[in-house]
């Protein structure tokens, strides 16, 4: 899942919206994601600042409500990252 996450992350500093299709798509209000899919919209906002501004609002808007379905460590960690 980290190799997986990594790949993302490298072939998003080239082509950030068609990744960021495909894991906004795991990515559901009310549900609370997969820790590398937390993990890897964190890596790719630091390997691509200025690709990423245009999906704050829905990554924010969408992760703010679930931040108290975070009960366990390494969940609060991921978000906090």
Not at 57 to 68: F, R
């Amino acid at each position: 899942q980290q190799a997986a996450s990594d790949v993302l992350v490298a072939v998003g500093q080239r082509f950030v919206n068609k990744v960021m299709e495909e894991v906004l798509g795991k990515f559901q209000p009310g549900i609370l994601p997969h820790f590398y899919v937390v993990q890897t919209f964190a890596n790719l906002s630091v390997a691509n600042v200025f690709g990423m501004v245009p999906f704050l609002n829905s990554i924010l808007g969408t992760m703010l409500p679930m931040l108290g379905m975070a009960k366990q460590d390494h969940m609060k960690s991921v978000f906090c990252y």
